[in-house]
């Protein structure tokens, strides 16, 4: 009676414990899609505003100063999103974001390097190309499934 009891405890342990990893998975995915999706939209929208913000910093010295903070904040988002755990059907996409990342991440130095120098602060970046493909890249990540 007693061994058919810890059998017992045993199967419902073991059936819960790999529910649970079926709930991390799903958990995963949910994570990594939601966090890219984030991700890319913030790209999209500084990919939208970064014309506008170049312009107003070439006049403006505290435009300038924000177009920089922007730019710093950005490149941290891409450090940020570099450490993402990743589901194992995205590992492919997820390489891929990460090289056009450090595209980016070389444009955004570039970026800097200019508004310091005081030239246009976007000129011979390709940051514009880079954010074009990454934000191709959002309409796969959305048709994602596990």
Known sequence: MKSKGLAVILAVTLFVAQGCGILDGIGQTVNFATETTTYMDSLKTFGTEMNTLAEQAVADLDARTDLKERILALKEQIVQYEGLTVPDYAKDL??????????LQTGLDQALTNIE??????????????????????GQINQLAP
């Open 94 to 103: 997820h390489a891929s974001i990460v090289q056009y990342n450090e595209n």
């Open 117 to 138: 120098q005081g030239r246009a602060a976007f000129d011979a970046t390709g940051i514009p190309d880079t954010l074009n493909k990454l934000n191709e890249l959002l």
